[in-house]
């Protein structure tokens, strides 16, 4: 890592990121904390990438919606409103209730 500097940084749902170290595998060999970072995204995405585009699609629908709010949705995919509340309660705590049902009735649909 010496002589290696950040470039830039965004947050990455795990069907993302198991895309990516997908492809860089398939080139050579990934390095220690790719390989960690890959098996995790492995054994916990739980939803396809088709299916996550779209629900990526809609959650940007909703408005109050921070980008790394969404990630965490499509990583969870919380299926009740007290789940979303906890996801919601740290970066976006002055969500209303509807708002939150309306993002449980999502994932919901997409987690099938």
């Known amino acids: 890592m010496i002589g290696k500097k950040i470039v830039s940084q965004k947050n990455l ?17 990934l390095t220690y904390e790719q390989q960690a970072a890959f098996d995790y995204a492995k054994k ?22 921070d980008e790394d709010f969404i990630t965490k949705l499509i990583d969870i995919l919380p299926t009740d409103l007290d789940t979303a509340k906890m996801i919601a309660y740290r970066t976006n705590p002055n969500l209303d209730d509807e708002k939150l049902k309306q993002i449980v009735e999502l994932t919901s649909k997409h987690a099938k």
Not at 50 to 64: C, T, V
């Open 13 to 29: 749902p795990l069907f993302e990121l198991k895309q990516i170290l997908s492809e860089r595998n398939k080139d050579g060999e």
């Open 44 to 65: 916990f995405a739980k939803i396809t990438p088709a299916k996550a585009e779209k629900l990526l699609k809609d959650l940007k629908g909703i408005e109050g919606l």
